[in-house]
């Protein structure tokens, strides 16, 4: 007999699925398997037999759109011999209503992230909860025909005319949890649960997995798995015996938390990541030609008065291709504890990769080749994943970073991981990472210089690199008098005849409406929507400023934690980007009990940013106004900065869930506000926690992180970034590239960051910055900025944010722009 019941999940493509089957797994006792409504299933009655129950999760869209319900309606359409116990959420809710005659229409005002107060009838699976606290997303509503509006109205509480076999279980009478004066109230009730009176279907339309929905609306959830084991001990059918028997087990076996029952995500052991790369040569996959061991070599210096700029400047890159993550202008203490620096050489190995082909491309000097991706299943991750486990140091220390691979992945390459084909307008790589051998990383913390090299057997003219290197950095120290001149030299004396194509503010307005009329349809909860800006002139009028003094400018107007200077390839970024998009530790070892195996762990972290308040503003009479913190937290405490903020964290939620199992995530910050130079920022923090058995301590053989997920899983699965996305991440994005009208974002929207060989990684979100490719006789920079769409938004609200993105990365380029 089995130990835990057998629930289907159906999966309407939604950004939160993942969250609820997590929720299930760790309050029920049940084993979920997951299918998508247009999974292909011949035979469905036969499919269904060693489930005890169903869920119908929710998704985009409406359920008289057959093609987005899917599966939904072959459930409901069961004979009664065949019933099964159903749970609808939200469009499952609303497909169950539909399907039993109701109306669907749309909110006078969407509901997406939204905090309130469901009044209940206290029956059902509501038992004991007259008032539950959730979270809803939803645009439409479900209509049963109730005339009556008030909660004490009992015909409120009876199936209607219209809908005999559903009665009303739950209304949402508009009391908002938030103290927000500007909570939205809808003019109408909204029904937020039903039961069908004679069979076991049960709807929800609030989102009880959401972080913010508290524990009664959980409790909502349990009291449904126990009506469901309730109805298969008393079914007379047949059909329903293998379910009953499981149920009743796995009912017996029930607590309020059940660490042990196995999750979706880790039933069975991860494939390794191809199962014929081991076999193949190391030149096959992009690997060096030495058979010695890489050894990390270090040499270290007091920072004192050097900054990333003196060294930049000291050490004078020979092809002016270099990598450099700048966090020396941090403003919080607790980010951007380290800058690195990433030499690229003529013998540097230049791994890229380009959108719908199916292979990776490496570089070395004037030899390429060219990586059939089939080998890896025609994944470009699971390639890098190889690389970086063959290259692995294990003796590499906890140094932020000892070497590896240093690059970007633009935002069409992360369209791709979702299944969307993006439009490709240059012959530029997509993705590419340079596998940096020679670096210096500068610890802020610590005020230390570490010159590093994991190159073998590492001398340049003759003599040990590093030790040369420090030498050089020791010398510029001591001859240092103060900041230096050259270093802080204004980049915006430009000519006046440049052009620069803004966005249109009546196209820009344009695009808001249009996203809201997806919204209000049903078809996305938040669209974070973007344009660009082209910064064009001759090379002959230009005054000649390098990339680099842009870029000093830059970072001397917007200082940032997760700022960047990268020439790579035919690609030059300059970033001033405020947001991490993850980072992940190495695995380390640690005994989670006395006397038990040794467990390596592994944190990934996000820190996703929604919601920002310029701490200084301009007032109607032109004089300019401090924003103090206090009212920063008024602003961003309304219910649309948080709703916005939410959205995301429990999209990030689920995509962690997709690789880690569901005891392993949590949010260790949640909508805390951030002061930067410029702006106050609303801010969570979401770790997950990945786990592998260690390898024997006298083992010197590299863990096979092929056999269980890694931060590069993580990071492969989370992409694009949802905060330049919206919710539900699949169809928002297909919405996006129309209403964009298919404009390219590039690297604007995507990661750029590292992956280091002790296990590291780490990587932002390209935002606040500037961008060219080398093309042509042309100079032509791009600027990307944008905001999140919700319904709550104004059209003149998000003109302005927009602008006030631009405007801070477009300042070093000209005044007299």
């Known amino acids: 007999m089995a130990s835990h019941a057998q629930v289907l999940f159906i999966d309407a493509y939604d950004s939160f699925s993942n969250n609820i089957i997590a929720l299930v797994q760790t309050h029920l006792p049940v084993q979920i398997t997951k299918i998508y409504i247009d999974t292909a299933i011949p035979d469905f009655i036969s499919f269904l037999a060693p489930f005890a129950a169903v869920i119908c999760g929710p998704g985009p869209g409406h359920p008289g759109n057959f093609r987005e319900v899917g599966l939904f309606r072959k459930v409901w359409d069961l004979d009664d011999a065949y019933t099964i116990p159903v749970l609808g959420i939200c469009l499952g809710f609303q497909s169950l209503v539909f399907e039993q005659g109701g109306t669907v229409e749309p909110l006078a005002q969407p509901r997406h992230g939204v905090e309130t107060f469901v009044t209940s009838s206290s029956a059902s699976i509501f038992k004991g909860l007259p008032q539950v606290c959730a979270v809803q997303y939803h645009s ?42 500007n909570f939205q109230q ?11 009176i004679t069979k076991p279907y049960y709807g929800i339309q609030f989102h009880p997995e959401s972080i913010c929905s508290q524990g009664t609306a959980r409790q909502v959830v349990s009291n449904w798995w126990y009506a469901a084991v309730g109805w298969l001990q008393h079914s007379p059918n047949k059909s329903n015996k293998l379910q009953f028997d499981t149920a009743i087990h796995s009912r017996n076996m029930a607590s309020e938390s059940n660490p042990t029952c196995p999750s979706l995500f880790n039933r069975k052991p991860s494939p390794p990541v191809c199962t014929s790369a081991a076999l193949l040569p190391p030149l096959a996959i992009g690997l060096s030609e030495q058979t010695t061991p890489r050894v990390f070599i270090s040499s270290t210096i007091e920072a004192g008065t ?20 700048d966090s020396e202008m941090r403003q919080l203490r607790s980010l951007g504890e380290a800058s690195i620096i990433g030499f690229i050489e003529p013998t540097t190995r230049i791994i890229s990769y380009s959108i719908g082909t199916k292979f990776a491309i490496w570089k070395q000097g004037d030899k390429e080749t060219h990586v059939p991706l089939d080998t890896f299943d025609g994944d470009f991750f699971a390639y890098l994943k190889e690389l970086m486990e063959r290259e692995a140091i294990t003796s590499a220390g906890n140094r932020t970073f000892c070497g590896g691979l240093m690059g970007y992945v633009t935002y069409e390459a992360c369209l791709e991981r979702i299944g969307l084909s993006a439009m490709k307008t240059t012959r ?50 001591s001859t240092k008098t103060g900041h230096d001149l050259d270093s802080m030299k204004d980049a915006t004396a430009y000519p006046d005849n440049i052009r620069c194509s803004q966005p249109s503010e009546v196209c820009y307005k344009k695009k808001i409406r249009e996203c809201q009329e997806q919204i209000r349809a049903g078809n996305s909860y938040e669209l974070c929507l973007t344009d660009q800006t082209e910064v064009q002139f001759d090379n002959q009028h230009s005054c000649k400023v390098s990339s680099w003094d842009r870029y000093q400018s830059l970072r001397r107007l917007n200082p940032a934690p997760f700022a960047a200077y990268l020439k790579l390839g035919p690609l030059t970024l300059l970033s001033t980007s405020p947001e991490r998009f993850m980072c992940w530790t190495k695995f380390q070892s640690y005994s989670s009990a006395q006397g038990a195996k040794p467990i390596s762990e592994s944190t990934c972290q996000f820190r996703p940013i929604k919601g920002t308040v310029k701490k200084q503003q301009e007032l109607k009479d032109g004089k300019i106004q401090d924003v103090t913190l206090a009212q920063a937290t008024a602003i961003l405490s309304t219910q649309k900065e948080r709703a916005e903020n939410l959205m995301i964290v429990d999209l990030i939620r689920h995509d962690l869930y997709g690789v880690t199992s569901f005891q392993n995530v949590i949010a260790k910050g949640l909508m805390v506000i951030e002061e930067y130079a410029s702006v106050y920022q609303l801010v969570s923090v979401i770790e997950g926690k990945l786990l592998l058995p260690s390898r024997p301590s006298h083992s010197v053989a590299p863990i096979h992180l092929d056999r269980t997920k890694t931060g590069i899983d993580v990071l492969a699965a989370s992409l694009p970034p949802g905060s330049m996305t919206g919710a539900p991440k699949r169809r928002s994005c297909e919405l996006l590239q129309e209403i964009e009208r298919f404009k390219p974002r590039s690297i604007y929207s995507g990661v750029l960051g ?19 490719w080398e093309d042509g006789d042309k100079e032509v920079w791009n600027i990307g900025a944008g905001g999140a769409v919700t319904a709550l938004s104004t059209e003149e609200g998000e003109w302005e944010e927009m602008l006030v993105k631009l405007q801070s990365t477009l300042l070093p380029f000209t005044k007299s722009v």
């Not at 005319?161 to 209304?171: K, R």
């Not at 500068?442 to 210089?449: F, M, Q, S, T």
């Not at 590292?754 to 060219?772: E, L, P």
Request: hydrophobic share 40%.
């Open 306 to 325: 050097l900054t990333v700029p003196d060294i930049y400047k000291a050490l004078n890159p020979r092809n002016d291709e270099i990598v450099i993550l």
């Open 754 to 772: 590292y992956m280091c060989v002790s296990g590291k990684g780490d990587f932002s979100v390209v935002i606040r910055s500037i961008f060219k």
């Open 140 to 181: 439409l509503h479900a209509i049963l025909g109730h005339a009556g509006r008030g909660e004490d109205d009992e015909a409120l509480w009876k199936p209607s005319t219209t809908c005999p076999n559903l009665t009303p279980l739950a209304w949402d009478f508009g009391k908002g949890v938030q103290n927000d004066p």
């Open 428 to 477: 530029h790589p997509d993705i590419c990472f340079a596998f940096i051998e020679r670096s210096i990383v500068i610890d802020h913390r610590e005020k230390l210089v570490h010159v590093q090299s994991i190159k073998l057997d590492d001398t340049y003219e003759g003599q040990n690199w590093t030790s040369k290197t420090l030498r050089m950095l020791g010398e510029l120290q």
């Open 186 to 196: 809808n003019p109408e009730k909204i029904l937020m649960a039903v039961k069908h």
